[in-house]
């Protein structure tokens, strides 16, 4: 029997492209003859009642913004099995049969224990990292990309003026796609990620020094944030310091932070949210939950969640060869 009531989350980190997510939620789930219901504030929402029915002009005109207009949490109280029975008494008590999840591995990690709870959930990756690794693509992923290229290419233009070494730290804890990407396409001379270990007289101050060599007298330096976790005495102002004094040229460092998060979302994260969220819609009306909606050789499909939590993560280093090699 289809659901005759589901609701829809955003939860974790927000990511651009999440509403465009939202919107084709709720307009296919309306198509499709279901109530549909927002919940506010992750599954904190799902605790405090906090939630509303959704119509089709409820998601006028937000397949645009940035952000989320269901707001977003991280919540320690669903945690805990009580809480996630909690929540599968309410959704029963309002008639909600499904839940999608907008968001990371750890909202998927609740979204199986909302399942397990009796209430079908599926998982839509929503993170800027793009680290999510049963997914090839992840909602805001294309979009924090496009802003970084627009920063460091500002950037770049005052390092050019100053014959000066900027080191531009991205987003990526565990995941340095935003690095390795932005840093093809801005053209920067070294590219450090937390995947790959280096040495930073071989990977950094030899490459400056090389390419000083051929003429160049500025230099991008893409750093995911990871980096200076895993290396302590490389974060993005230690390694401009050290530049600075190894080789005499001026160095900056730029944190561009949560600037990634925001902003209008690309072509491509609209496209790829809404592909999403018409296929968690169509899963939830036949009835199946305990499932991701990925991208798998450029389509669109869906996995167990356990088995999309239990994958690991596979860093490009074909294409981290390729940056290597062009970044000169």
């Known amino acids: 029997m289809s659901q005759k009531s589901i609701a829809v989350l955003t939860s974790g980190g927000d990511a651009p492209g999440m509403n465009a997510a939202v919107r084709a ?40 913004n940035g952000g989320t207009m269901l707001y977003t949490a991280r919540s320690e109280e669903f ?9 599968a008494d309410y959704c029963r008590s309002m008639g909600i049969g499904g839940v999608v999840v907008i968001g990371g591995d750890g909202s998927f ?24 690794a049963c997914s090839e693509y992840t909602v805001g992923f294309d979009t924090a990309m496009n802003t970084a290229i627009d920063m460091i290419d500002r950037i770049r233009d005052t390092a050019q003026s100053h014959d000066r070494c900027s080191i531009v730290e991205v987003m990526g804890r565990r995941c340095g796609d935003i690095a ?11 590219i450090l ?3 790959v ?19 160049k007298k500025h230099f991008i330096i893409v750093v995911a944030e990871g980096v200076g976790k895993k290396h302590y005495k490389h974060s993005a102002r230690e390694l401009a310091t050290y530049i600075e004094h190894r080789l005499g040229i001026e160095a900056r460092a730029t944190i561009l932070g949560h600037v990634q998060r925001g902003g209008s979302p690309t072509v491509r994260d609209r496209v790829v949210a809404s592909q999403m969220g018409y296929k ?28 999309a939590l239990d994958m690991e993560r596979v860093f490009d280093m074909d294409l981290y060869k390729v940056a290597m090699t062009i970044s000169i």
Do not use: W
């Open 79 to 87: 945690k805990k099995k009580e809480a996630q029975e909690k929540a």
């Open 197 to 215: 270990d280096f040495n930073i007289e071989k990977d950094v101050i030899q490459r400056i020094i090389n390419t000083q060599k051929t003429g």
């Open 109 to 132: 990690r609740g979204a199986r224990a909302l399942t397990e709870a009796g209430i079908n959930c599926i998982g839509v990756p929503g993170t800027i990292d793009n680290d999510i």
């Open 280 to 307: 968690a819609v169509e899963l939830l009306k036949n009835d199946i939950g305990n499932r991701v909606v990925v991208m798998r050789e450029g389509k669109i499909t869906d996995l167990d969640i356990t088995e």
């Open 180 to 190: 390795l990407q932005t840093g093809i396409a801005v053209g920067a001379t070294a």
């Open 193 to 195: 990620v937390p995947e």
């Open 25 to 64: 939620v709720v307009r296919s789930g309306i198509n499709m003859g279901m109530k549909v219901y927002g919940v506010y504030r992750g599954y904190n929402g799902l605790l405090n009642g906090d939630l509303k029915e959704m119509n089709l002009r409820s998601v006028s005109e937000i397949i645009g």
